[in-house]
């Protein structure tokens, strides 16, 4: 590995503790009433087994994923531990946290993947189809929330609003986006060959019409692949409440975090609303783990069940638990997991 590609590698982590850093400092300035003393007087009060809950559906989101993506390789034949879906989970959280796209994660997934046996466009295909489950799962919780629970929204700011509105049409069109790349194969392959071409002309890529000519031949394998999925459809509904379990576990975070520090439990609810359209909301502007927008949005809805302090603290010490500890694991996971591959390699 030469020195520019370490630099590479470091930049993404670097650029997100600066925001992560840059987003805590900004809540506090928006919030003058905010103090970290008083921040950890709040974290003192909380009830032990509730902040317990809440680390286990950390595990748990992880785990949900590791399911999903297991139940999603089964479908093309390939039988995989739920271990090593676990370490795949892991790699696919904590990369999509540190760079600024909700699938940056995919290619440390297939690169474990196709490590562990699995041929490079089966796990292309499998990373496809969780992302499209992924985000339709999204627009399932999103869509029903905004039916069962059309007020929440109403008590948000007109940021805010505009964010989750903006967010669930964003989800739609991916999803109809990586569906149609699941149904329509010769869509990526466009896809592909043009943004190859563009690096081209940029001068990134040499060697153009080679460069797109590996991507054709790959494309005659990823359509055998494809030709696995006909018919099945059926098939994704296992992974598709994985996934829909997946969320739940990432909003548990927030009702343990509420319960724990003296909320009554009639208010969840309310919290597990907010949560969703939160998570809908995070998706509009793409920088590392929508770190920024995600805290403004979540204050934003709890400062309608409670005093700004009260907000603040609740939403800095669910993050911390639901982002900054789950991306610390799978980042430790992330790194054993290239540890033992190469070992193996050795």
């Known amino acids: 590995m030469n020195n520019k590609e370490k630099k590479n590698k470091l930049l993404w982590p670097i650029l997100f503790f600066v925001i992560a850093a840059l987003s805590v400092w900004a809540i506090k300035e928006q919030n003058k009433s905010f103090s970290f003393k008083e921040f950890s007087e709040f974290i ?45 989970a892991s790699g696919d959280l904590y990369f999509s946290a540190i760079t600024p796209s909700a699938t940056g ?25 969780n992302t499209f489950l992924y985000t339709f799962s999204l627009v399932i919780m999103g869509v029903l929330d905004l039916i069962i629970n059309p007020k929440t929204i109403l008590s948000f700011g007109p940021w805010s609003k505009f964010f989750i509105i903006f967010g669930i049409l964003i989800q739609i069109v ?23 071409r563009f690096l081209g002309k940029l001068k990134f890529v040499k060697n153009v019409d080679g460069k797109v000519e590996k991507i054709n ?73 929508a770190i920024g927008i995600t805290d403004y949005i979540m204050i934003d809805g709890y400062k309608s069940l409670f005093d700004a302090k009260h907000a603040v603290n609740l939403e800095l010490l669910s993050r911390s638990i639901s ?11 992330t790194l054993v997991k290239f540890i033992l591959v190469n070992r193996r390699k050795k």
């Not at 994660?105 to 189809?129: E, H, R, S, W």
């Open 44 to 88: 003192g009060t909380a009830k032990i087994s509730f902040i317990v809950g809440a680390f286990i559906s950390v595990f748990m989101y992880i785990g949900f994923e590791a399911l999903a993506l297991k139940s999603i390789t089964q479908i093309f034949g390939y039988k995989t531990s739920f271990l090593n879906n676990y370490f795949y």
């Open 105 to 129: 994660g995919q290619p440390a997934c297939g690169y474990f993947m196709n490590k562990d046996g699995v041929p490079l466009m089966a796990a292309t295909m499998v990373l496809i189809v």
């Open 174 to 196: 991916l999803a109809t986006f990586f569906w149609l790349l699941i149904k329509k194969e010769y869509l990526l392959e466009k896809i592909c060959s043009k943004f190859v």
């Open 217 to 289: 031949k790959k494309m005659d394998e990823y359509r055998d692949i494809a030709k696995m999925l006909e018919g099945k459809s059926k098939k994704f509904i296992i992974p598709l409440i994985y996934n829909l379990l997946m969320r739940c576990s990432l909003i548990a975070v927030s009702v343990f975090v509420y319960l724990a520090t003296g909320n009554l439990a009639a208010g969840v609810g309310k919290v597990v609303s907010i949560q969703i359209l939160v998570i809908i909301g995070a998706y509009v502007i793409p920088i590392p783990g």
């Open 323 to 333: 982002f900054y500890a789950c991306v610390l694991l799978c980042g430790i996971l």
